[in-house]
Nanobody, 121 residues
Framework: QVQLVESGGGLVQPGGSLRLSCAASGSIFSLNVMGWYRQAPGKQRELVAVITSSGRTNYRDSVKGRFTISRDNAKDTVHLQMNSLKPEDTAVYYC???????????????WGQGTQVTVSS
């Protein structure tokens, strides 16, 4: 089991920036994926960005060029730098951690408690 602690949400004006952080602790495998998902009211949770333990990244199209995901493997921490924020980025952002014994096996998934990001003037 992996525990996740998120920080960095808040209220920002359109065009502004926020940085989310998520620290993982517990049983962490060498093969893993850390990432961020978000859920707006009345909508399904969606992937925002993920990064593998080897540093490969994947972003949803609507955030490419504006958001940057990074990780510090020594601290088991993932960050999401969000620039040029838009009102449609408003959502609860959830940190996710997936442990893999092998890349083609099933993942053990853990979720953070969520942090609110509101983009509004």
């Amino acid at each position: 089991q992996v525990q996740l602690v998120e920080s960095g949400g808040g209220l920002v004006q359109p065009g502004g920036s926020l940085r989310l952080s998520c620290a993982a602790s517990g049983s962490i495998f060498s093969l893993n994926v850390m990432g961020w998902y978000r859920q707006a009211p009345g909508k399904q949770r969606e992937l925002v960005a993920v990064i593998t333990s080897s540093g490969r990244t994947n972003y949803r199209d609507s955030v490419k060029g504006r958001f940057t995901i990074s990780r510090d493997n020594a601290k088991d921490t993932v960050h999401l730098q969000m620039n040029s924020l838009k009102p449609e980025d408003t959502a609860v952002y959830y940190c996710n951690f997936k442990n893999y014994k092998t890349w083609d096996g099933l993942a053990e998934s853990s979720w953070g408690q969520g942090t609110q990001v509101t983009v509004s003037s």
